[in-house]
């Protein structure tokens, strides 16, 4: 009896009472409040005003959105689940991102701006060339935001969702998805970007509070470190079931769990991998995935996309404290919810028998907070599944569109972009839907080593195409192309077995042969890195060069360049304006044969005259909503003098001196802090 009224405790609903569901409600006429606002100020019915926000954004927005991109409840389920397990080690996880992101203001948006590109595929293809690269690059990347976002923002989200109103886990997600869908699919990325901002303000306000909480209840910060070493399970103190030899590792704190900087060989996060693994990881995700450049490519100029990488990176010292460190006490004060080891216990209080770390963060949220605090922490994670969805979502819809739709018809309008841009979103949100499973069973129930683990197997080699095309004229798109699909076969030999042998926990270590899975997976990733990028440099040794006619503000070297540059895809453009021309011709020629042959003439008489069609005042709504216009309001297509003016100003990268010496200064700063932290810590 005692056992069945604990298992109906759990899954009582936390988050009930009027509090707590005023203060959802209002947050969430806020988000819908600025949404509407932001789209109102942007032209949504062009590709350039719906995919990136007209290009007239400020440093702060783009910070915050940077910041909120990132941060998505997998961060908040993940960081603090793989905190209560292992300690602080995860914090170099987002400590790592302070430094990368300042190589994407300094060094990769300079170049990708005075490219004249929206897409990272797109720059591929003017860089190198040729078609399947950008192809190949397009179908990657939306396989990469199924595996290692979507999937686990949307499983994360239903976790604690799961925890607050006992919902089973994929009503949740349909619930949220339903919402995040309805204001990415309408206001593209100004009504994200300006949503992110109040978003980050509400998710780090939030995160507060329940820091303050989590300290007060444990003692405060020294409380955290004296008492974390001994939160034990209590069915390790009694004789576990005899099914099970459950060694002491599976449920002591690691002895290294304060330190930084672990063991090169036999810890669970080695610092060399730490720090060249990671940031190969961190290269591909800051610097050249769709989701993070395009909020750079919104910006008014250069000088405010440089400080809103600032303001990120400052917003990226927090997750150790407001995530990593709560995630820590969630253990200390729920010592058999959290670390529990025996499988048919786990299973009983969160629905997995491989751990229950995942629960921590959640857990807290719902035993700590008082009524009211509650529903602001669901708020909290909310915001930031549906900023981190949201942004997910557009990009997607771009690179789709894009580099996919676009090659296949490319005679295609704006307007028919942009509802093929839509369309593919929703049929995103039924792909990933189904991969959860598999998320929730990865990496021994650890969400974040799950997602470091997939990008360690898959992001490598498109991060040694990007450096390597940015930063050196000689790769060509032969080695560019043969390096990638390698790169790919490597990476891929790794990460299908250990899905077919499942990657264990501690009490079921998994199968898979130490030859393929021994290697650490991010030390596998700084192997695949520089067999990629030997792989490409010695194919495009071998063969012929790229002239720099075609290299003007492609890459860094040459990004000041003011010479005329010769696109390497001006011939399928060209073959593009041929097939709409002879379209158009064909349609004219049609009408003239038709009006001839006195069809048109019974039409009106038939018919009548043909009035001008009207529209009725849903149909008007609706058309606004989504930013395609009717009737009257219907927008036109941008006239190729206005997208050549346009085009100009977003690939000036003139900077005020001033202000560049501000945001250099303040560069310096950031990096100086974030040193400190490392050492402090290490």
């Known amino acids: ?56 954004m400020a440093w702060w927005p783009i910070g915050a959105s940077l910041f909120a991109s990132n941060i998505g409840s997998g961060h908040f ?202 940031s190969i990881n961190s290269l591909w995700y800051w610097c050249s995935d769709q989701v993070i450049v395009q909020r750079c490519l919104a910006g008014k100029n250069l000088t405010h996309v440089k400080a809103g990488c600032i303001l990120c990176g400052y917003l990226k010292l927090l997750p150790m404290f407001l995530m990593v460190m709560p995630g820590m006490i969630s253990r200390i004060l729920y010592p058999d919810e959290i670390a529990c080891v025996v499988p048919e216990e786990c299973q009983r209080i969160c629905g997995t028998d491989v751990g229950c770390s995942n629960i921590a963060y959640p857990k807290l949220v719902v035993s700590l907070m008082p009524s009211g605090l509650r529903g602001l922490l669901l708020a909290v994670m909310l915001a930031a599944l549906m900023s981190s969805l949201a942004s997910i979502f557009n990009s997607s819809g771009t690179l789709f569109t894009m580099d996919i739709y676009n090659r296949l018809r490319p005679q295609a309008r704006d307007k028919e972009l942009l509802i093929v841009g839509r369309v593919w979103i929703l049929l995103l949100v039924g792909v990933s839907i189904a991969w959860i499973p598999l998320v929730q069973a990865s990496q021994g129930g650890q969400l974040f080593d799950y997602i470091q683990s997939i990008s360690s197997y898959l992001a490598p080699p498109i991060a040694a195409i990007f450096l390597l095309g940015v930063f050196v004229k000689r790769v060509n798109e032969q080695g560019a192309f043969w390096g990638m699909i390698s790169g790919l076969a490597i990476g891929m030999a790794r990460m299908i077995p250990e899905f077919v042998y499942g990657t264990g926990s501690c009490l079921f270590p998994g199968t898979c042969p130490r030859l393929i899975c021994g290697v650490h997976y991010l030390y596998f990733a700084v192997i695949l890195f520089f067999a990629t990028a030997a792989i490409v440099m010695g194919l495009s040794l071998c063969t012929s060069p790229i002239p720099d006619k075609h290299l003007h503000r492609l890459v860094f070297s040459l990004r000041h360049s003011k010479e005329e540059r010769i696109d390497l895809d001006t011939e399928e453009e060209e073959e593009a304006n041929k097939r709409e021309t002879a379209r158009q011709r064909h349609q004219e020629q049609a009408e003239m044969a038709a009006a001839e042959n006195g069809e048109l003439k019974h039409v009106m008489e038939v018919e009548g005259p043909k009035a001008a069609p009207s529209h009725s005042w849903v149909s008007q709504c609706v058309g606004w909503f989504c930013g395609l216009g009717t009737g009257s309001q219907e927008q036109a297509e941008p006239s190729s003098d206005e997208k050549t003016e346009e085009m100009q100003r977003a690939m000036d990268i003139t900077e005020h001196p001033t202000w560049s010496t501000v945001v250099n200064i303040n560069a310096v700063i950031m990096m100086a802090l974030s040193m400190f932290l490392w050492g402090y810590y290490a």
């Open 1 to 56: 009896m005692e056992q069945e009224s604990h298992v109906s405790e759990l899954q009582k609903p936390s988050i009930s009472n009027a509090a707590d569901i005023s203060v959802i409600s209002f947050y969430f006429v806020v988000v819908i409040g600025v949404g509407l606002w932001s789209m109102c100020r942007i032209n949504r019915g062009t590709v350039g005003g719906y995919f990136l926000a007209g290009r007239n």
């Open 77 to 278: 389920v993940g960081l603090a689940g793989t905190g209560a397990a292992n300690g602080l080690a995860v914090a170099g996880f987002e400590w790592n991102a302070m430094f990368i992101v300042l190589l994407l203001g300094w060094l990769f948006v300079p170049v990708y701006l005075t490219a004249g590109v929206i897409t990272m595929p797109q720059y591929l293809k003017k860089r190198f060339g040729g078609r399947r690269i950008r192809l190949y690059l397009s179908i990657l990347s939306l396989l990469m935001y199924i595996f290692t976002k979507i999937s686990v923002d949307m499983f994360s989200g239903a976790v604690f969702i799961q925890q607050a109103l006992g919902w089973n886990i994929y009503v949740a997600v349909i619930a949220l998805l339903f919402i995040t869908t309805i204001y990415t699919v309408t206001g593209g990325l100004a009504a994200l970007m300006y949503t992110d901002t109040v978003q980050t303000f509400v998710m780090i306000g939030g995160a507060f509070i329940l820091m303050g909480f989590a300290f007060n209840e444990v003692g405060g910060y020294q409380g955290l470190f004296d008492k974390y070493m001994n939160a034990l399970p209590s069915q390790t103190r009694s004789p576990a079931p005899s099914l099970y030899n459950i060694s002491a590792s599976c449920y002591m704190p690691r002895e290294d769990s304060f330190h930084m900087i672990r063991d090169a060989v036999s810890s669970d996060l080695p610092w060399p991998a730490v720090i060249l693994g990671l």
